[in-house]
């Protein structure tokens, strides 16, 4: 009976040892290993395949030109809606699954 006493009472300072441990983590907000990597290792997207090197404006234009055949576009207000459009569909699943805590509005 003596020695059910003495377990209990080290599992209780064993159980307050760990909270008070809780306790501190959550008072200097020191996030665990795993949290900091996800946080901090992020892919760089800045440097991707696409990437453009020019030294002007002008360079920069002349690789951006896709086609010089293509028509001139009269109304290019017309098409903002639906460009717009596909720049979501194609954006917003990749946002969704990089930063999973931001709301739409964000």
Do not use: C
Request: aromatic letters at 2%; glycine letters at 2%.
């Amino acid at each position: 009976m003596e020695a059910e006493l003495i377990r209990r009472r080290e599992e209780e300072r064993a159980a307050l040892a760990k909270k008070s441990e809780e306790a501190k983590k959550k008072q200097t907000r020191v996030a665990a290993k795993e949290e900091y990597e996800k946080m901090v290792l992020v892919s760089n997207m800045n440097r991707g395949d696409s990437l453009i090197e020019a030294r002007t404006v002008d360079e920069a234009l002349a690789k951006m030109t896709v086609a010089d055949n293509l028509p001139v576009d009269r109304h290019p207000e017309k098409r903002l809606k639906a460009s717009f459009k596909a720049f979501e569909e194609a954006e917003i699943p990749r946002l969704k699954e990089e930063k999973p805590g931001l709301t739409h509005t964000q």
